[in-house]
């Protein structure tokens, strides 16, 4: 079945200081998902990448799909501590979505 | 609009016995779809539900079922509750059957002992 590989799995870094996760497949993508869980809370949707080479951005958080849609990473600059959470991507599988294992930012403040 | 509700949020039950979760999608949503997160295995995917049919199902053991309602709410049932199924039992919302966002409720964390 489908499958995602994303690292790394924890990442702390002191406030200000920049963050990225990536997301890997062995298999063409046909769209990527970003979802944010804070502690405590559940995955919100951030974002949804469908084109190949897409780069979005939202503030200080740029999205990038591969030119061969197998990978992604997103990317925070200068981190704050509201952006501490765990921060998953998710794939197309059979009618479900995939996720993966995420990346878990704590930050210094 | 009122987002994905779960009850009960939280529930302490005894090895042995069985357990319902419920899930109010969003309003015209169809889709539902369930995951367990656990601390060591993320979100793992249990079924999902579109106009009341089981579409897909994980790799879960059959102490674990679904059903979904003609009013697209939806409840998962475990039985024989195992210490192993501890967890935050996750339900997720989405308009359409794939590629659409999918909305989170804010889970029910069940703890078995």
């Known amino acids: 079945g489908q499958q995602v590989m994303q690292i790394p799995q924890y990442q702390h870094v002191q406030e200000g200081e920049d963050f990225t996760t990536y997301c890997n497949s062995s298999?063409?993508?046909?769209?990527i998902q970003w979802y944010k869980q804070r502690p405590g809370g559940h995955p919100v949707f951030l974002i949804q990448?469908?084109?190949?080479?897409e780069v979005k951005k939202q503030k200080r958080l740029t999205f990038q799909f591969g030119e061969a849609k197998k990978n992604s990473s997103l990317h925070i600059t200068a981190t704050q501590t509201t952006d501490v959470g765990t921060y998953f991507c998710?794939?197309?599988?059979?009618?479900?979505?995939?996720f993966g294992q995420g990346t878990r930012l704590t930050i210094n403040p | 609009k009122a987002g994905v509700t779960q009850t009960p949020r939280y529930l302490i039950k005894t090895r042995g016995q069985q357990v319902t979760l419920s899930c109010s999608p969003i309003?015209?949503?169809?889709?539902v779809s369930w995951y367990q997160q656990t601390p060591g295995q993320g979100l793992q995917f249990l079924f999902e539900?579109?106009?009341?049919?089981?579409?897909n199902k994980g790799n879960f053991p059959g102490r674990f079922s679904g059903r979904q309602f003609s009013n697209s709410r939806s409840e998962m049932n475990v039985s024989t509750l195992e210490l192993g199924d501890s967890a935050l039992y996750l339900c997720?919302?989405?308009?359409?059957?794939?590629?659409?966002?999918?909305?989170f409720g804010q889970g029910t964390r069940l703890t078995v002992v």
């Open positions: 997720a919302s989405s308009l359409q059957i794939e590629n659409t966002e999918a909305f």
């Open positions: 298999t063409t993508l046909s769209n």
């Open positions: 990448l469908v084109k190949s080479g």
């Open positions: 998710a794939v197309q599988g059979a009618q479900k979505l995939v």
């Open positions: 309003s015209g949503h169809r889709s």
């Open positions: 539900y579109f106009s009341e049919t089981q579409r």
